[in-house]
């Protein structure tokens, strides 16, 4: 027997782009232990006097039963579902006796359970698509299925699709309240982790709610109910009068709020932003949103950034001066341009190396192996060996650090010129030791050249020597002690040094 395939027309309505929509939102494994269903088969089964009813999702190959009731249990009719749906009105379509229907008269090759020959189909509409249908079987034909049947199958049916809307839209509707629920808990953690308080002040009660950040960012506790009074009294004393200002002038003027202020429990530094979010009838201001932003990072690198740059002012008219009274210097002990060029240069290259040093530590002092190393080792042409460093490295202050770089390069261009260092077989040894007191402690410097020319002490001082004894002027209680025993040249260099001269772990 050859099967009967359904038309274009049929076809072509199951294909449907808006009833394949609707089809996706409903899953029928959801409804196929639907009590409610099940009572709607039932229903249909009593007043048809049927002898089996289901209630069918149909597709556009197949149809997928979602109730069924009687003793026929679930049987294959979608050939005849189907061309129910594609009917152009939304009737009953009803086949008295499907052996003698020209349409069905094949159907026993595509049921599951063979004689069936009478069958009354009803769409089942959700959101006015026909997706489904309800229908009643018998093995036996009729001679009629009356007006009223009719009316009772297509009523019933009208109760199904309403029951699958319901079920359908409820668990849409969960579906989202989960979606945003997830996007709330994203939005919660992305603005805990850029420490962003988010919060709602409603202006009408005075209420203040607000994500776990912003109680924590005010010292607030998020099981107490906390007032907009509450929330400028969690600021910073000297902050609040200006915060409440700035609110209430925002408010007047129908601008955005903006401000800065300290939380009092914490001593975070906040920005604050806010804006009106709804307004009354009268156009009052009834809810304000907003957010607090942790900005303390920032504010502590900017107060950084503003003591640094301070601090380099100060440093740079120090060492104007300075190189001023170094110029000065020079150039009265040589009238001959190369010579004082070749002098000044190098004491100014001095003093580049030193600022340079404490730049890279941003003005908070030099370590004392690095300032000696930077000032001292590139006079050893022969042989880095030349220079032996003893002692444990110190951090030393500003101060400290440019005038002793002074002290250390004219040594060195001493011993390089007519000194231990001026000889392949010379030897420079720099130690030094911190020497504790009652008031304060201090750092005692040894210089001793060995192995390089005899030395005998000179009739004049030269510009050097008045810099090296000269060079720690702008430290108080520091003292420069020259000598000349014949094995070469040393110097004592004593300062005093303060809490900033820790040991540094090398």
């Not at 809307?165 to 850029?194: C, K, Q, Y």
């Amino acid at each position: 027997m050859k099967t009967r395939h359904i038309s274009e027309n049929t076809s072509e309505y199951l294909s449907g782009g808006a009833r394949i929509d609707v089809l996706s939102g409903l899953q029928p494994l959801e409804f196929q232990q639907d009590g409610d269903l099940n009572g709607v088969s039932d229903l249909a089964l009593s007043t048809s006097d049927a002898g089996g009813a289901q209630i069918s999702l149909v597709h556009e190959r197949q149809s997928q039963i979602l109730s069924s009731a009687g003793i026929l249990g679930a049987v294959n009719i979608w050939m005849v579902e189907a061309s129910s749906l594609a009917a152009p009105e939304r009737n009953c379509l009803v086949v008295l006796n499907a052996a003698e229907d020209v349409r069905f008269a094949d159907i026993d090759a595509v049921t599951h359970t063979p004689n069936i020959r009478f069958i009354a189909v009803a769409p089942i509409c959700v959101s006015e698509e026909c997706v489904g249908v309800l229908s009643v079987m018998s093995s036996e034909p009729r001679v009629e299925f009356g007006q009223l049947q009719q009316t009772q199958l297509m009523q019933l049916a009208r109760l199904a699709g309403a029951l699958l809307e319901f079920r359908r839209d409820s668990r849409l509707g969960a579906n989202a309240i989960s979606t945003l629920h997830r996007d709330e808990d994203r939005s919660a953690m992305a603005l805990e982790v850029g420490n962003v308080g988010s919060w709602v002040w409603d202006l009408r009660t005075g209420k203040f709610t607000g994500n776990r950040m912003a109680y924590t960012m005010l010292g607030l506790s998020p099981n107490q109910q906390v007032s907009g009074e509450d929330v400028f009294r969690a600021m910073h004393a000297d902050d609040f009068p200006a915060m409440k200002s700035a609110f209430t002038r925002a408010l007047a003027q129908n601008q955005d709020y903006v401000g800065e202020f300290r939380a009092a429990a914490s001593g975070q530094w906040l920005l604050g932003r806010g804006r009106i979010f709804e307004r009354d009838a009268m156009g009052k201001p009834a809810v304000a949103v907003g957010v607090n932003i942790d900005i303390t990072e920032t504010k502590n690198a900017a107060e950084k950034t503003r003591l640094l740059l301070r601090e380099l002012n100060h440093r740079v008219k120090n060492t104007l001066a300075m190189l001023q009274s170094l110029a000065r210097q020079t150039l009265n002990r040589t009238s001959d341009p190369a010579e004082f060029m070749e002098a000044f240069s190098g004491r100014l290259r001095a003093i580049s190396e030193a600022h340079t040093l404490l730049s890279d530590r941003e003005w908070s002092g030099i370590g004392l192996v690095d300032l000696i190393t930077k000032q001292v080792e590139p006079y050893a042409v022969f042989d880095p060996a030349q220079i032996e460093l003893a002692g444990e490295d110190m951090v030393l202050p500003p101060d400290h650090a440019l005038g002793l770089g002074i002290a250390l390069h004219e040594l060195a261009t001493n011993a390089a010129k007519h000194g231990a260092l001026s000889v392949a077989s010379g030897h420079v040894r720099v130690s030094w030791q911190l020497e504790p007191g009652l008031d304060e402690s201090r750092v005692v410097i040894h210089w001793i050249e060995s192995g390089g020319p005899r030395v005998s002490p000179r009739q004049v001082r030269g510009l050097g020597e008045r810099l090296i004894e000269r060079s720690l002027d702008k430290v108080l209680s520091s003292s420069v002690r020259l000598s000349y025993p014949e094995t070469g040249m040393e110097a004592l260099i004593s300062m005093p040094i303060g809490e900033r001269s820790d040991s540094v772990t090398r």
